[in-house]
Nanobody
Framework: QVPLVESGGGSVQAGGSLRLSCEAS????????MAWVRQAPGKEREAVAA???????TYADSVKGRFTISRDNARKILYLRMNDLRPEDTATYYC?????????????????????WGQGTLVTVSS
């Protein structure tokens, strides 16, 4: 069973907004550190944002002030609200989790290694 399933990607013009969702399955989801990671064509994966079980968050500098990560532990859903999108935000966005339940690190990442991944959802921003 795939523990993480993303939705909400699509195409948008620069300056537009999208909200990504990630439905999680499994026990103790509320205790996981959860994150969004993106990968643009030809580039390495990049941490975007992470949130721990207490709701503390961390963001990559490139998205601070534009993206907001949040979670609904009762419904086991992770969100990423993306505003003021730019062409450089174009990437496949992955939902991921650290199920060992360590907290957030810095720069948009969980402290520990991510051990569960979704299949990804594509976001395309045109200029």
């Amino acid at each position: 069973q795939v523990p993480l399933v993303e939705s909400g990607g699509g195409s948008v013009q620069a300056g537009g907004s999208l909200r990504l969702s990630c439905e999680a399955s499994g026990y103790r989801v509320g205790g996981w550190c959860m994150a969004w990671v993106r990968q643009a064509p030809g580039k390495e994966r990049e941490a975007v944002a992470a949130i721990d079980s207490d709701g503390d968050t961390t963001y990559a500098d490139s998205v601070k002030g534009r993206f907001t990560i949040s979670r609904d532990n009762a419904r086991k859903i992770l969100y990423l609200r993306m505003n003021d999108l730019r062409p450089e935000d174009t990437a496949t966005y992955y939902c991921a989790a650290d199920r060992a339940a360590y907290g957030i690190g810095s720069g948009g990442a969980c402290h520990n290694t991510l051990d569960a991944w979704g299949q990804g959802t594509l976001v395309t921003v045109s200029s």
